[in-house]
């Protein structure tokens, strides 16, 4: 060997034959074997912004050798445990909550309370200012009619029952009738309360009164009938509520006038129709002898004449809407 050569160079020289290297291994030192010692232990932080809820469960311990460990959470998937809890608990208290919003709440009936003490208030006031501008006389008047009187606020034309039904007063009204009253009540042109609340095209006290047993069927002095007034103010609704209350629609006046002659006379397209299909006869003469296609015709050469006449002409009776 080179004198210069490496010692590495020599050693693999030596190793290069089994018997060199058995002879390495019996000349080099025999070093120790140390125990095997664990990884030192890991001490992940915990997240900055963790927060402990009250009752959660703390998710570091401190074992006893004095060493710190966290423990990972168990998602679930979906969330914690925890989190679980306090959403059931949030479905309970919406559902609680949503079946007692339809209770009003205290607050409603305490100033529901406090405006009823007030309007009473100002009603007693009221009482205290108008029977110190009262004289005598007017205090005994009024102190003799607790209760209305009907006998003094009526007259054969002017009653109060068909003032209220003019008025849309149907809380007054009831009273009236409660007390006795006959809500087929004529006056002095023959007028029930019926009668005033469909000239008014009081659509509300109509169906009020015919609700109470209003006789629908009942004429006047002229012999007309409710459903000839609903037709002569074109209140559409009122004739539908009528005819569905069992009226005759051929009802005829003390002139020989049905329904239909005045909605041709009023020109009213849409309740002809209406009384045609529900059998209305076409045929049927006044006094006079017109039919209501002769009504029709004796407005002269307009387009309402011809559509007027083409209806009563072509329009079936008896034909369901």
């Known amino acids: 060997m080179l004198p210069w050569a490496p010692a590495t160079a020599t050693a693999a020289a030596a190793t290069s034959s089994p018997a060199s290297s058995a002879l390495l291994l019996r000349t080099m030192p025999r070093r120790a074997h140390s125990p095997r010692l664990p990884p030192p232990p890991h001490h992940p932080s915990p997240p900055p912004f963790l927060s402990v809820r009250a009752g959660a469960a703390p998710r570091a311990a401190l074992p006893s050798n004095g060493d710190v460990f966290w423990e990972e959470p168990d998602d679930g998937g979906s969330g914690s445990d925890d989190e679980d809890e306090a959403e059931a608990e949030k479905e309970v208290t919406t559902e609680r909550s949503s079946s007692f919003s339809s209770f009003p709440s205290p607050s409603l009936f305490s100033r529901l309370d406090a405006a009823r003490r007030q309007e009473q208030r100002e009603e007693q006031e009221l009482r205290g200012e108008i029977e110190l501008l009262l004289t005598p006389e007017e205090m005994a008047i009024l102190d003799q009619n607790e209760t209305a009187d009907i006998t003094k606020i009526s007259s054969p034309k002017w009653h109060p029952l068909h003032s209220y039904a003019l008025a849309l007063q149907i809380p007054l009204m ?45 004429r006047d002095r002229d012999g007309a009938t409710p459903l000839h007034y609903a037709v002569q103010v074109g209140a ?39 009384l045609l299909v529900n059998g209305a006869d076409k045929t049927r003469r006044t006094k006079d002898g017109r039919t209501a296609l002769d009504i029709s015709l004796c407005f002269g050469r307009d387009f309402k004449s011809y559509d007027l006449a083409k209806l009563v002409k072509l329009v079936p009776a008896n034909r369901k809407m």
């Open 236 to 274: 559409l609704q009122t004739v539908k509520l009528l005819i569905k209350n069992r009226v005759d629609v051929n009802v005829a006046d003390n002139d020989g006038w049905t329904p239909l002659h005045l909605a041709i006379q009023s020109r009213n397209r849409d309740i002809a129709k209406i």
């Open 174 to 218: 009831d009273r009236l009738l409660d007390s006795g009253v006959d809500i087929n009540l004529l006056d002095k042109d023959g007028f029930t309360p019926l009668h005033k609340a469909v000239i008014g095209k009081k659509e509300a006290v109509i169906s009020h009164l015919l609700r109470r047993g209003a006789n629908p069927h009942v």
